[in-house]
Every structure is written in structure tokens, then in C-alpha cells.
């Protein structure tokens, strides 16, 4: 068997063939749309752009729209349920999340969220929307959702509804609130395998975990981030890129020790960047894949962390998952 890897890109997406040794490109598609991200399983890709939904059944060779009952066109991130088949997740901009249960052909809204953005008036930095849904998580009938700028939803029954979680006021103010409330620009979400209640969180104000379901949070690391990986065997084992504000000094870290002590995990790397900082890490097999804010992408083995650039021909990546076939 071979892995493929789908990348989303600012000017369609592009699937390569190969391994961590080498990988090869083998097709582009959906040119003239800026993929914002795409998900695959069981022979299904979705891919989330900033005009629909679309969808492909050969792998991504051919595509056809799948946006039926989207009525919030603009996709800032797909996923699956990772134990329900056929169970499908979009976070749209403005804030909203809609659902689909047959593969992309129909989507309905969770139409609880509307009320919310209105009522905490949810916005974007640096954009007109009223937020967006940027990251989902799920573990079981748990799931969370990251709002930037609103705060953490919560779901019990596998993204059928969604609430406010606990620690989350809900109200965007980037001034932030002291523990146990987290910071409001959530950028995205890592649910552990361990436990629905143990879940991880990169944001404007810092990186935070929560052990209680959301409830409450506590800070690990205080520093602008966007992008956490989580060892599925060992959540005291966690690969962060804190970055100094937007774009600026990012770098790579780790820690062994659930947040206590950092330290650099950028080998190969010329960090910090003075103006950049990782998106998005995303895991293949035994690497860890690093999406960069300048769209680039990098990979390194999970065991050492010593990073290179790969598929250098392939710009303005935004998003990227895989499939073996």
C-alpha cells in the first residue's frame, strides 16, 4: 500500500503519491478556487473552499459540487467524525457549523450557533464575518468546536447540537480573562484519546488545556499560537509553535512534561521567523507534516523532529490529509 496527500492550496488542490522518503505529485484539480481544507476517509474527499463544498469519489481525480443546503458559503475547515462513518463537519465564516450525514450531498445547520454570534457579537481581526468556525475535535459522543473570535462550542451528542462550554463566556474580547476562562480567539482544538474531557487548545492569548470537558482551562504556555500537536499515547507529550503575535518569531517546541518546561524542537529550521509561524502540523505515519503561514510545507520524524521542506513546487498549501490506498 502507498499513501496519498491531499493539499489544499489558495489555487485549487494538488494530490501527491509516496512516503516520508519521497513524495511524488500526480494531479491537480479545482484550479481558480482557494481551498481552504479537505478531508478524506474511505475512498471520500471533501474539500471546503471559499465558495462551496466539493467532493471526489476517485481519489481526487474528477470533482463535483456538494453544497446543498450550505446556505453560509464561505468553508474554513472540514472534518469527519473519526468514529462514525458517514458523518461529516463544516465551520463556516461567518460563525456556523453545518453537518452532513451522506457524504456532502445534504447539509444542515446547527442553527443554535446563529443565535450566539449575534448575541456575544463574534468578529474577525481581519475580516468583515462575524467570526468563523476554524477547528473541530471529537471523542466519542464529544465534540468541541474553535470559534475565532467567540470562544470553545461543545457538543454531547457527536455535533448534533452545540453550546457554549463552561470555561468559554462566550464574549470576544481580546483583552482575555483569567484562568479558568480561556482566551476567545480559539484557533483550533486537539481532543485526546484518553478521555472526552481531556482536550487542548492553541490560541491568540496562549496555549490551553482543559481536563474537565471544558469547564475550565488552564494556560501552559503564554505566547500568539495557531497550531499544537498531541501524542495520541501520551498527552504530557505535546509539539507546539508559539510564535511572539502574528506571523511574528514563530518557532517549533516541545514538551515531555504536560507544559512544565519547553524547549526548542526546530532542527533543520532557521527560527525563529521573523515573519511566519506553523498554521496547521499535521500527522502521516511516523512524521509530523508542518503547514507553514507562508504556505510551504515541512515534515519531520516524530522521533527526532528534524525538519525539511517538502514539495517545494507546491505553494500557498493551506490545509492537507490522507488516505492510504
Known amino acids: 500500500m502507498s499513501t496519498l496527500l491531499f493539499l489544499a492550496t489558495s489555487d485549487g488542490l494538488v494530490v501527491c503519491q509516496g512516503s516520508r522518503d519521497e513524495w511524488t505529485e500526480t494531479s491537480r484539480s479545482l484550479s481558480g ?27 481526487g ?17 472540514l472534518a469527519f467524525h473519526p468514529e462514525v462513518s458517514d458523518l461529516e463537519f463544516a465551520g463556516v465564516e461567518p460563525a456556523g457549523i453545518f453537518v452532513s450525514q451522506d457524504g456532502g450531498d445534504t447539509w444542515r445547520e446547527c442553527t443554535e450557533i446563529p443565535p450566539l454570534r449575534e448575541k456575544y457579537g463574534w468578529f474577525l481581526p481581519y475580516s ?7 477547528g473541530f475535535a471529537f471523542h466519542g459522543r464529544r ?5 475565532e473570535v467567540g470562544g470553545v462550542l461543545r457538543s454531547d451528542d457527536s455535533g448534533g447540537a452545540w453550546r457554549l462550554a463552561d470555561g468559554s463566556d462566550g464574549k470576544p474580547d481580546l483583552s482575555g480573562l483569567p484562568e479558568p476562562f480561556i482566551y476567545p480567539d480559539v484557533h483550533s482544538l486537539n481532543a485526546h484519546p484518553s478521555s472526552p474531557d481531556l482536550v487542548f487548545a492553541p490560541t491568540g492569548g496562549g496555549f490551553h488545556r482543559s481536563e474537565d470537558g471544558g469547564a475550565t482551562w488552564e494556560l501552559l504556555y503564554d505566547c500568539y499560537c495557531r497550531a499544537a500537536w498531541v501524542d495520541p499515547k501520551n498527552p504530557r507529550h505535546l509539539v507546539l509553535s508559539p510564535a511572539d503575535g502574528v506571523d511574528r518569531n514563530g518557532r517549533v517546541e516541545l514538551t515531555r512534561d504536560g507544559g ?18 506553523v498554521e496547521r502540523f499535521f500527522q ?32 500557498g498549501i493551506t490545509a492537507a490529509a490522507s488516505m492510504r490506498v
Do not use: K
Not at 512544565?260 to 509561524?277: F, I
Open 33 to 59: 478556487q482557494r481551498i481552504t481544507s479537505v478531508v478524506a476517509r474511505e475512498g471520500l474527499v471533501l474539500a471546503g473552499a471559499h465558495d462551496g463544498i466539493f467532493r471526489s469519489n476517485d481519489l
Open 61 to 77: 481525480q474528477t470533482w463535483e459540487e456538494a453544497s446543498a443546503g450550505l446556505t453560509t458559503r464561505h468553508v474554513r475547515w
Open 128 to 134: 468583515s464575518g462575524a467570526g468563523c468556525v476554524r
Open 143 to 147: 465534540g468541541y468546536a474553535a470559534v
Open 260 to 277: 512544565g518546561t519547553w524547549q526548542l524542537a526546530s532542527t533543520g529550521l532557521d527560527v525563529p521567523w521573523p515573519r511566519g509561524m
Open 284 to 315: 502521516v505515519g511516523g512524521e509530523l507534516l508542518a503547514i507553514l503561514s507562508n504556505g510551504q510545507l515541512l515534515a519531520a520524524p516524530l522521533e527526532i523532529l528534524a525538519w525539511r521542506r517538502i514539495l517545494p513546487e507546491v505553494g
